[in-house]
């Protein structure tokens, strides 16, 4: 990775500029995510208050600092297996798809958040992503390209969803 020289004594990388950032600032979302980011599956970051967190922890961490941090419910998403769930500070327990519904609901330009949500639905099954208005799978499949026409998963999964005779209409 780039490295960045302070002084003549002293070069850090981006992991380490994280972790000065929570030294510094024990609230500030974006270290604790994007040290999370760059850690590996396995990887475990070592905190200057000895706290040794994994990615999971670390945007359990982010989202304690700002509870509005769309990309920390999608990476926390990523990183629960089906049917497992997550506790975050205040004692509430998402399962990864609440993570995902939260995530949308913070930022609705999640694209890739619309089709992993899409995947985990059963056939004919609905969620609420925007606060009262029901989706199913094809329908979040749609919103995906409505901010991304690039996601060639998104096609996919839509045609997918299809029978051979039906058509879909994608936003303009």
Not at 31 to 36: E, F, H, K, Q
Not at 68 to 96: F, I, N, Q, W
Not at 117 to 139: A, F, N
Not at 150 to 161: F, H, V
Request: glycine share 10%.
């Amino acid at each position: 990775g780039e490295t960045v020289q302070l002084d003549e004594e002293r070069v850090v990388g981006r992991k380490q500029l994280y972790k000065e950032a929570i030294r510094c600032d024990p609230d500030h979302a974006g270290a604790y995510y994007g040290l999370g980011s760059l850690l590996l599956a396995d990887e475990k970051a070592e905190l200057g208050d000895g706290r040794v967190l994994g990615r999971k922890q670390l945007f359990v961490e982010a989202l304690r600092c700002n509870y509005r941090y769309g990309d920390a419910y999608y990476s926390l998403a990523c990183e629960l297996a089906d049917g497992e769930a997550v506790r975050l500070h205040g004692g509430r327990e998402l399962s990864k798809v609440r993570l995902l519904v939260e995530a949308l609901r913070c930022n609705q330009k999640l694209s890739m958040a619309y089709i992993d949500l899409g995947k985990l639905l059963e056939d004919g099954e609905t969620v609420d992503v925007h606060v009262g208005r029901m989706v199913d799978k094809t329908q979040l499949l749609v919103e995906a390209l409505r901010w991304n026409r690039d996601l060639g998963e998104a096609y996919y999964q839509l045609a997918s969803q299809l029978e051979s005779d039906e058509t879909v209409r994608l936003h303009d």
